[in-house]
Nanobody, 124 residues
């Protein structure tokens, strides 16, 4: 069993930056693929980024490519999402998720564990 707790959300102006963190419990964290998703009001939860178990492979949604960076520190059981050049359309609740496999995909149905989410609001 893995528990995930996100932090780092908040209110930021367009063009600004935030770094989200997701702290995981459990000794097997380092074997899991980790992803970030987001959900805006009235919309489906959508994929943002994924990191393989080692962090050597990453993949991003086109909408965030070049602006967001996913990274992980397995010694700290933590995955991060650095968000730069934020836009109002990035406003959403951001969730981290864990897949027990070493690599995963962009479908939310592939993930086994979810955090409670952290709100990110970008003002224009």
């Amino acid at each position: 069993q893995v528990q995930l707790v996100e932090s780092g959300g908040g209110l930021v102006q367009a063009g600004g930056s935030l770094r989200l963190s997701c702290a995981a419990s459990g000794r097997t964290f380092r074997r899991y693929a980790m992803g970030w998703f987001r959900q805006a009001p009235g919309k489906e939860r959508e994929f943002v980024a994924i990191s393989s178990w080692s962090g050597s492979s990453t993949y991003y949604a086109d909408s965030v490519k070049g602006r967001f960076t996913i990274s992980r520190d397995n010694a700290k059981n933590t995955v991060y999402l650095q968000m730069n050049s934020l836009k109002p359309e990035d406003t959403a609740v951001y969730y981290c998720a864990a897949d027990e496999r070493s690599y995963s995909g962009s479908s939310r149905y592939e993930y086994d564990y979810w955090g409670q989410g952290t709100q990110v609001t970008v003002s224009s």
